[in-house]
């Protein structure tokens, strides 16, 4: 699995915005960026993906470079709430099977102060 | 929908015990996969399942079995648990095959092996 470099943590006020790396320099072309998050004492939960181009839902931005060798989360106004753990993880949708696995790192630890 | 259940929420079993964690998921998934959380750690992959009567090993897979007999439920069995697998247990489920679908998580089950 190609491997993604996160921050070990970052820090944000509320209602500011949020921009969280990730760094996957042996990114290959079917691989897509996915972004979770886990919050204190739950599952992860889903917050964005995408392949090439940048992506917007009602969570989150997703900014991918133009070689795809890094990305950025954005949280365009942070709150309490957003306080996770954040991980970028890659996934190659081209195979089946194991392939469907998340390959979790350890994530950013994202702070968030009132 | 409920999503992913996982029951129980919490449990405490003595070494050599065994027992059954439960995952069911109301949303016509086929993948279905488990994860265990070390403190500190991300999660990784113990079993995972493509469809109903496939199994696969994932990444840890040594002390656990699993089945998968219906397309709701994917149970995972402890045969003679140990302190090392004193963990926090997650399941898993997405949509699979030609796009890079999101997982939904459970909530978890705390497991303590005394």
């Known amino acids: 699995d190609a491997k993604t470099t996160q921050p070990n943590s970052m820090e944000s006020n509320e209602e500011e915005p949020v921009h969280l790396p990730c760094n996957h320099s042996?990114?290959?072309?079917?691989?897509?960026i996915h972004w979770y998050r886990q919050l204190p004492s739950q599952g992860p939960e889903y917050v964005i993906h995408?392949?090439?181009s940048n992506v917007n839902n009602r969570m989150a931005s997703l900014a991918i470079a133009e070689d795809r060798k890094s990305s950025t989360l954005i949280l365009h106004r942070a709150t309490l709430r957003d306080a996770a753990v954040y991980y970028c993880?890659?996934?190659?949708?081209?195979?089946?099977?194991?392939?469907?696995?998340?390959?979790f790192g350890k994530g950013t630890l994202l702070t968030v102060n009132p | 929908n409920a999503g992913v259940t996982q029951t129980p929420k919490f449990q405490v079993l003595k070494t050599g015990q065994s027992m059954t964690l439960q995952c069911a998921q109301d949303?016509?998934?086929?993948?279905m996969s488990w994860y265990r959380q070390d403190p500190g750690m991300g999660l990784r992959l113990i079993h995972y399942?493509?469809?109903?009567?496939?199994?696969d090993q994932g990444e840890v897979p040594n002390g656990y079995n699993v089945s998968r007999s219906t397309t709701e439920d994917f149970p995972l069995r402890l045969l003679s648990a140990a302190p090392s697998q004193t963990s926090v247990y997650f399941c898993?489920?997405?949509?699979?095959?030609?796009?890079?679908?999101?997982?939904?998580f459970g909530p978890g089950t705390r497991l303590t092996v005394t």
């Open positions: 995408g392949l090439t």
């Open positions: 399942s493509v469809g109903a009567g496939i199994t």
């Open positions: 949303m016509n998934h086929e993948y």
């Open positions: 993880i890659l996934r190659d949708v081209n195979s089946g099977g194991s392939n469907y696995k998340l390959t």
């Open positions: 042996t990114i290959s072309g079917t691989d897509y």
């Open positions: 898993a489920s997405s949509y699979s095959a030609g796009r890079s679908y999101e997982q939904y």
